[in-house]
């Protein structure tokens, strides 16, 4: 059998794949429809892009923190155990923040609370996933879940511009408390304790340098999380979000809208991708990197709200290079360390994202949305094309 004879109907048959992916999709709905209030919460309170993008970028930064120091638990800990953990102190955590007249701060530091687990509940279904998909399913297996979240991510963005206007912002945080609730009793209840990888009895702290070795010491690993980094360009669109709606004259549902642009557009593109034979798709990552910017800079024209989603959307398509850069990254790392592996690679990832948020917040202070999007746009094309050059030069010499 080929990678290819597998199809997404053998990957779905699995029970504790249906119980992982549901875990995330019911999560990850939680958690954008979570992003959508908090930065409608703060724009309205400040009414400052800068503040409301600063907010917005907290729920990426923490990854500095709990990527590189947190995300090897899944290696030397059951992986399930640590996921469900990570879901119930979120649970916790975003409950609280919906507490109604709740301090900023005090929102923002339960924020970056909630945060600090994200990268340890993802490093560990990284780690858990080969071995619930184990050899040639594997490959469509991730595509199928990377597919079906961006979905949550479109579902959860669009409601949660409908919920916060219904609801407010509180009933859509609550939405998000629940949704980790939910997501830990999937895995209860679908997905078998399993022995951690690492048995060696490494200490916390050389398994962390060991994680590093491995992320550091390969050409191709480190040049796909330069792909993956570009994305703190064009994430530039969903940092401003609610200036951008504003300026383009809509409220709390346009918000959604384009929020929900990218990630629909996301989920297209990886269709696409999955139907790609495995061996022509190692040369598609630099292009689409390189698109998936270079669609922004049509907002330099200041396009309506129609033609806005469109480039929102094309961004999205073209984005889904992921797909490649992640399936290849986890292939690429050995079991023992492979969750730690994965939390540095997403702590690049995520501070990118974080960094380009801020940016973008800060920059619309003085210059308007769309010039901001498009300038992001045209800064991405740069960066992609230098990510695209590395992972070229890294590929095995096919002689």
């Not at 600063?54 to 930064?61: E, G, M, S, V």
């Not at 040639?136 to 949550?152: H, W």
Request: net charge positive; hydrophobic share 55%; proline share 6%.
């Amino acid at each position: 059998m080929t990678a290819r004879a597998v199809s997404f109907r053998d990957v779905l048959a699995v029970s504790e794949f249906r119980a992982l992916f549901s875990a995330q999709l019911v999560s990850v709905t939680g958690d954008q429809l979570a992003r959508v209030a908090l930065s409608i919460l703060v724009y309205d309170r400040t009414n400052s892009p800068g503040w409301a993008a600063l907010t917005y970028a907290l729920t990426f930064l923490p990854d500095l923190v709990g990527g590189p120091l947190l995300s090897g638990l899944a290696d030397r800990h059951p992986p399930r155990t640590v996921m469900v953990l990570a879901d119930v102190l979120r649970a916790v955590a975003v409950a609280a923040m919906a507490a109604p007249g709740l301090p900023l701060p005090v929102v923002a530091a339960l924020l970056v609370g909630v945060q600090l687990f994200n990268p340890v509940w993802n490093s560990a279904r990284a780690a858990l996933l080969p071995q619930v998909l184990p050899g040639e399913t594997f490959v469509p297996g991730m595509g199928l879940l990377m597919m079906l979240v961006q979905a949550g991510q479109v579902a959860g963005f669009a409601l949660g511009g409908l919920l916060v206007a219904g609801l407010g912002t509180g009933g859509a945080l609550m939405a998000d408390a629940a949704s980790f609730a939910v997501s830990a009793l999937f895995l209860t209840a679908g997905v078998r304790p399993r022995p951690p990888r690492e048995t060696s009895g490494v200490r916390w702290w050389p398994h962390v340098r060991a994680g590093w070795s491995v992320v550091a010491g390969d050409r191709q690993r480190l040049a796909l999380v330069a792909l993956g980094c570009v994305s703190g360009c064009y994430i530039a669109g969903e940092a401003i979000a609610a200036p951008y709606a504003a300026e383009l004259g809509g409220g709390a549902v346009v918000v959604g809208l384009l929020l929900g642009a990218f990630a629909l557009g996301n989920v297209a593109g990886m269709a696409v991708l999955s139907r790609i034979p495995h061996a022509q798709r190692a040369s598609l990552p630099g292009p689409l990197a390189v698109l998936a910017c270079a669609s922004l800079l049509g907002c330099a024209l200041k396009p309506d709200l129609v033609a806005t989603l469109a480039l929102f959307t094309l961004s999205g398509v073209a984005s889904s290079y992921n797909l490649i850069a992640n399936t290849t990254f986890v292939q690429l790392t050995p079991d023992a360390q492979r969750a730690q592996a994965f939390g540095f690679a997403l702590t690049a990832l995520r501070v990118s994202q974080g960094l380009g948020v801020v940016l973008a917040g800060v920059a619309a202070e003085r210059v308007a949305p769309h010039g901001v999007v498009a300038g992001a746009g045209a800064i991405g094309v740069l960066a992609a094309f230098g990510a695209a050059r590395l992972w070229r030069r890294a590929q095995p010499d096919p002689r």
